[in-house]
């Protein structure tokens, strides 16, 4: 299975910062990646597909980078909204797989 | 607006059954794959198996092969999941997804005795 690590598992931000948060794929992926955000007891909502590309409707501050086996997700100016958990998956290979997750918390 | 939603969750005992269904709307369901996801407590999201939106293919993550059976209707717009042999680590809640892009609000599966 393709393992993704994703780093940091926790950080603290202030509003209007910028935060990056990584996902290394064990092997190439291309770009089959994905970012989602999760908020307590709420379903997880597709925020980039194809590593870079925007979902409909998330806003620009958000923005995904990178193919093969590194991929970053920047939120360029963090919004009061934007404190939730953050994962990647991948969908180059079944099993599908998920990073562990980053959860973002006010500093 | 894309809607999903699971039901049939519920508490069962090791070995049970139980089968989810999830009703879709807002968009042609026969024209995309489907995907059910799951996350148990406190652990990361787990994909769990797939189906083609024709129905001739579907795979399934190691760990529920054998015990899960995914299916779906076209004419009714739902997708289902057969669970059989049911383990204490299959708890968790499960989410019925539209090819990984859109995800309903899950439902609860807990196996205990």
């Known amino acids: 299975d393709i393992q993704m690590t994703q780093a940091p598992s926790s950080l603290s931000a202030s509003v209007g910062d910028r935060v990056t948060i990584t996902c290394r794929a064990s092997q190439g992926i291309t770009n089959d990646l994905g970012w989602y955000q999760q908020k307590p007891g709420k379903a997880p909502k597709r925020l980039i597909y194809g590593a870079t590309s925007l979902h409909s409707g998330v806003p620009s501050r958000f923005r995904g980078s990178g193919s093969g086996t590194e991929f970053t997700l920047t939120i360029s100016s963090l919004q009061p909204e934007d404190f939730a958990t953050y994962f990647c998956l991948q969908w180059n290979y079944y099993p599908r797989t998920f990073g562990g997750g980053t959860k973002v918390e006010i500093k | 607006e894309v809607q999903l939603v699971e039901s049939g969750g519920g508490l069962v005992q090791p070995g049970g059954s139980l089968r989810l269904s999830c009703a879709a709307s807002g968009f042609t369901f026969s024209d995309h794959w489907m995907d059910w996801v799951r996350q148990a407590p406190g652990k990361r999201l787990e994909w769990v198996a797939n189906?083609?939106?024709?129905?001739?293919?579907?795979y399934y993550v190691d760990s529920v092969k054998g015990r899960f059976t995914i299916s779906r209707d076209n004419a009714k717009n739902s997708l289902y999941l057969q669970m059989n042999s049911l383990r204490s680590e299959d708890t968790a809640v499960y989410y019925c997804t539209r090819a990984l892009e859109f995800w309903g609000q899950g439902t609860l599966v807990t196996v205990s005795s």
């Open positions: 189906i083609k939106g024709d129905g001739s293919e579907g």
